[in-house]
Nanobody, 126 residues
Framework: QLQLVESGGGLVQAGESLRLSCVGE????????IGWFRQAPGQARLGVSC????????DYLDSVKGRFTISRDKAKNAVDLLMNNLNIEDTGTYYC???????????????????WGQGTQVTVSA
């Protein structure tokens, strides 16, 4: 089980931005495909974005395309999720997860990911 630590959540108003960060401790994040997931109360965990270790390809949930950007920060050994123009539907606990270290495609499905962080809360108010 890899150790992943999320940070950057908070309470913001609609239209504002947040940058979430997922830091890997004790291993290189570059070796893993990383996914960001959101879970609202009473709802299933939903894939928001992913970044593949094989070719750097990315994928996004349709509702966040054009607003969210996933990227690697090699200096921090992290994968960040920049979230712009937030809306109320973006509210939830955000988790990052790692898949690998073999080459792994970018997927928004939670099942293949083997290691998960503890989550960071994002609350967007009207």
């Amino acid at each position: 089980q890899l150790q992943l630590v999320e940070s950057g959540g908070g309470l913001v108003q609609a239209g504002e931005s947040l940058r979430l960060s997922c830091v890997g401790e004790g291993f290189s994040m570059d070796d893993y495909t990383i996914g960001w997931f959101r879970q609202a109360p009473g709802q299933a965990r939903l894939g928001v974005s992913c970044l593949a270790n094989s070719d750097g390809s990315t994928d996004y949930l349709d509702s966040v395309k054009g607003r969210f950007t996933i990227s690697r920060d090699k200096a921090k050994n992290a994968v960040d999720l920049l979230m712009n123009n937030l809306n109320i539907e973006d509210t939830g606990t955000y988790y990052c997860a790692a898949l690998g270290p073999v080459w792994a495609p970018c997927t928004l499905r939670p099942v293949p990911y083997g290691s998960w962080g503890q989550g960071t809360q994002v609350t967007v108010s009207a």
